[in-house]
């Protein structure tokens, strides 16, 4: 990346969204398994109680975030996304003070709010304008951020919660997010490429229009969009249930200290995968396919994992095989769909693949532990990697969203 290109301020947009990304995905999606633990043992919840609450944060989520692209014309990106986090700021102290069962829903539906308007539409929505060409990578290097997420927050969340108990961790962490994102919104989402008279990419010349027409009908009479959200709602139940019970597969062979390595490793990998796609994929290949091939690669880590029978070689290669492909799961809807719609049309596209997503991976975890608790720790893996090959195959049915 040239001097030119490092000053275009697209490539702060970036840098902000990368941010916003990493404490949106740290609180709403990293976070509720810290939550679940720290309930359990501060209050001595049932676990089935307190995933009861998270999975409606998952669920009420995917519902307000179809209306995502209405909520950012009428109010604009600054405003919806301040109110964002003041929401999650607000629902992590209903999840840190709750004293009461009843008190989980009014924090997860807090929460949920927060997460609909940060999480990957908003990304996306935040980036989409100053890049056309360069769009893949711009995204990729965003998305990094929820990867980060993971890596910084779940340390930071067990560090805070065994120095103060969850009650405090949770205010710092609330206060944090608030004062961080608070001005970067303001700085760097109220700007636009037209306000400041720049074209996308930073090109002298806005980007040629692509022969795209506006396909016929509602999104779900529209049979690429069909393919594309099944395809990648299999694949993040298949992920979301998996990521939960890996731990539980790697411990007995690796150690819970290995086992936590190795998960780390496999977060690391979710960005390693991303961020090569993002700077490889060419112009002019069907995204679909690298779609496909990212569920085939995901499939062969966790056929690993399921017969990996207690070997620690064979567990890594799986944790990472799998974790390669990670992060493209996230990144890659928004590149099909610029590439298959109307840009016009892209912004709901995401919206209603995202709610879609949220609404089936929801119960991922519920489902994947009851796999693990009546078969034993080849399950998860086991299905995990079914529905990754259906996935690849629902989403190579339809390659042209227009016609």
């Known amino acids: 990346m040239g001097i030119a290109a490092k000053s275009f301020f697209g490539w702060h947009v970036v840098t902000a969204a990368f941010v916003l990304a990493m404490f949106s995905w740290g609180i709403n999606f990293y976070g509720p398994s810290v939550y ?10 049932s676990a089935s109680l307190i995933a009861a609450a998270i999975t409606l944060h998952f669920l009420a989520s995917g ?14 990106l600054v405003a919806v996304t301040r109110a964002g986090m003041l929401a999650c700021a607000l629902g992590v102290l209903g999840w840190g003070f709750a004293q009461h069962p009843w008190q989980l ?21 935040f980036v989409a304008p100053w890049f056309d060409r360069r ?20 340390p930071v969340w067990a560090l805070l919660i065994g120095a103060f108990g969850f009650a405090q961790a949770s205010l710092v962490v609330a206060a944090l997010a608030v004062l961080v994102t608070w001005p970067l919104a303001g700085w760097y989402f109220r700007p636009t490429p037209e306000g400041m008279g720049l074209h996308p990419d930073g090109a002298a010349l806005p980007p040629a229009p692509r022969p795209l027409r506006p396909a016929s009908g509602p999104l779900w009479r529209q049979a690429p969009f069909r393919s594309l959200s099944l395809a990648f709602a299999l694949g993040l139940t298949a992920q979301m249930g998996l990521l939960t019970t890996l731990f539980s597969i790697l411990a007995p062979s690796l150690g819970e200290q290995g086992a936590g390595w190795t998960m780390s490793l496999a977060t690391a990998c979710a960005v390693i995968g991303r961020t090569v796609v993002g700077m490889a994929l060419p112009p002019g290949l069907d995204r679909r396919r690298v ?13 690993i994992l399921a017969m990996a029978m207690g070997g620690a070689g064979m567990l890594v290669l799986g944790a990472v095989l799998f974790g390669l492909g990670i992060g493209n799961l996230l990144s890659l809807p928004p590149l099909i769909a610029q590439a298959e719609w109307p840009a016009a049309e892209v912004a709901a596209v995401i919206a209603l693949v995202t709610a879609v997503n949220q609404a089936m991976y929801a119960f991922g975890p519920g489902a994947f532990g009851l796999a693990l608790d009546i078969w034993g720790a080849w399950a998860p893996p086991a299905v995990a990697c079914l529905l990754q090959l259906v996935a690849a195959m629902v989403l190579a049915q339809r390659g042209r969203a227009t016609a």
């Open 291 to 303: 779609g496909v091939l990212n569920f085939l690669l995901q499939a062969v880590g966790c056929a």
């Open 135 to 154: 769009r893949p990578a711009a995204l990729a290097m965003a998305y990094n951020g929820a990867s980060l997420g993971g890596v910084v927050f779940t």
């Open 36 to 45: 679940l633990h720290a309930l359990h043992a501060r209050e001595g919840w």
């Open 105 to 125: 829903v009014p924090a997860a539906l807090l929460t949920a709010m927060g997460w609909a308007v940060t999480s990957g539409a908003a990304i996306n929505a």
């Open 63 to 76: 519902a307000i975030v179809l209306i995502l692209p209405r909520l950012h014309r009428r109010f604009g």
